[in-house]
T-cell receptor
Framework: NAGVTQTPKFQVLKTGQSMTLQCAQDMNHNSMYWYRQDPGMGLRLIYYSASEGTTDKGEVPNGYNVSRLNKREFSLRLESAAPSQTSVYFC???????????FGSGTRLTVV | KQEVTQIPAALSVPEGENLVLNCSFTDSAIYNLQWFRQDPGKGLTSLLL?????REQTSGRLNASLDKSSGRSTLYIAASQPGDSATYLC????????????FGAGTRLAVHP
């Protein structure tokens, strides 16, 4: 049971570098999400995709872009990484509006 | 604005105790409430999901209740074990607008032998 798979698990970037975090789910869920988790700030929604072909901003979208490649995959891109983007990033999915969320194991990103 | 508060922030108990973790939310217009467990350096594992029309859900030694009108949920852990040590997060899915799961800050639980 793979659930939600995130890659990579760890990454160190230099300021100004770009990278894409990958997320894939195999549960045929319609909605997918990207969160970041920071000490003292809890989990905050970056972007979400309610269904294939749509994406919308969450609470903290600045500095990020997303792509809903197909129903399974939802990627998060940092165009020019900044130290403030050092965080743990979680991808999640849900079947529909009232369904429970399933989270991936996270990507620990450090920007130096 | 929906806010979710979890009390206590941390809890340390001896093995075998029955525990109650509390979660409160300010706006009763929620779709559902979900309890998660997070181990250090790991992702979130879903424990229980309670729809807004439900009063409680049970899974093994875990029981979660929901009182939407008063904006409260409790997670009851029976006969705690050292393996239950983790951070427990409560999250509400708000109604209206877009899907948004709003998290509490969590309760950090330590169960010692």
């Amino acid at each position: 049971n793979a659930g939600v798979t995130q890659t990579p698990k760890f990454q160190v970037l230099k300021t100004g570098q770009s990278m894409t975090l990958q997320c894939a789910q195999d549960m045929n869920h319609n909605s997918m999400y990207w969160y970041r988790q920071d000490p003292g700030m809890g989990l905050r929604l970056i972007y979400y995709s309610a269904s294939e072909g749509t994406t919308d901003k969450g609470e903290v979208p600045n500095g990020y872009n997303v792509s809903r490649l197909n129903k399974r995959e939802f990627s998060l891109r940092l165009e020019s990484a900044a130290p403030s983007q050092t965080s743990v990033y979680f991808c999640a999915s849900s079947l529909n509006r009232g369904g429970g969320y399933t989270f991936g194991s996270g990507t620990r990103l450090t920007v130096v | 604005k929906q806010e979710v508060t979890q009390i206590p922030a941390a809890l340390s108990v001896p093995e075998g105790e029955n525990l109650v973790l509390n979660c409160s939310f300010t706006d009763s217009a929620i779709y559902n409430l979900q309890w998660f467990r997070q181990d250090p350096g790991k992702g979130l594992t879903s424990l229980l999901l309670i729809q807004s029309s439900q009063r409680e859900q049970t899974s093994g030694r875990l029981n979660a209740s929901l009182d939407k009108s008063s904006g409260r949920s409790t997670l009851y852990i029976a006969a705690s074990q050292p393996g239950d040590s983790a951070t427990y997060l409560c999250a509400v899915l708000i109604s209206g607008g877009y899907n948004k799961l709003i998290f509490g800050a969590g309760t950090r639980l330590a169960v010692h032998p």
